[in-house]
């Protein structure tokens, strides 16, 4: 039995976090419609993506975390 991954790039996470990215529609179609049947999120990838947007230059990313925090 075979299952399809998929191990996004980091720009792929920070387009789908941030939606005034400028790739964000297309982040959301791969997702919706192209993604395999898994995700994957790596360790690195996440940590790469927690370093991005603690970034000035994205805070509505930021915010976007903030508020969702539990």
Request: aromatic share 8%.
């Given at each position: ?18 939606p ?41 990313c ?7 925090r539990?």
């Amino acid at each position: 039995m075979s299952t399809t991954v998929d191990l996004p790039d980091l720009n792929v996470w920070l387009a789908l976090a941030c939606p005034h990215h400028s790739h964000h529609h297309q982040a959301l179609y791969y997702r919706e419609q192209q993604a395999a049947e898994q995700v994957l999120f790596c360790t690195v990838t996440a940590l790469g993506l927690v370093r991005l947007v603690c970034q000035q230059k994205h805070p509505l990313c930021w915010a976007r975390f903030a508020s969702s925090r539990v």
